[in-house]
């Protein structure tokens, strides 16, 4: 399991435990969660970067693609794996 099913699996235990617990094999529902979440951020985060320009140094280049994978990265994780808490039963 990558560290996105990790942190998600932990998500879940923490605030969504009666979904966490209806789930079948939580092992294998996080671990295939966290490839989805790996691919789904790599797409983004190449989207989002986009092309070089003319120009560019390594700073700028390390710059541009860092900022475009850690907003790739927390978009996907706040629609695929951080979920709102599930209400509170009486």
Not at 7 to 35: I, K, S, V
Not at 36 to 60: F, K, S
């Amino acid at each position: 399991m990558n560290r996105y099913g990790e942190q998600a699996m932990e998500h879940w235990r923490q605030n969504r435990p009666q979904a966490y617990r209806e789930l079948e094999d939580p092992q294998e529902y996080f671990t295939d969660l966290g490839t989805q979440i790996e691919q789904e951020v790599e797409a983004r985060a190449r989207q989002l970067a986009g092309t070089e320009p003319d120009g560019e140094g390594y700073l700028q280049r390390l710059g541009r693609l860092n900022t475009a994978r850690l907003e790739a990265e927390g978009a996907v994780l706040r629609e695929r794996a951080l979920l709102e808490e599930e209400p509170e039963q009486d």
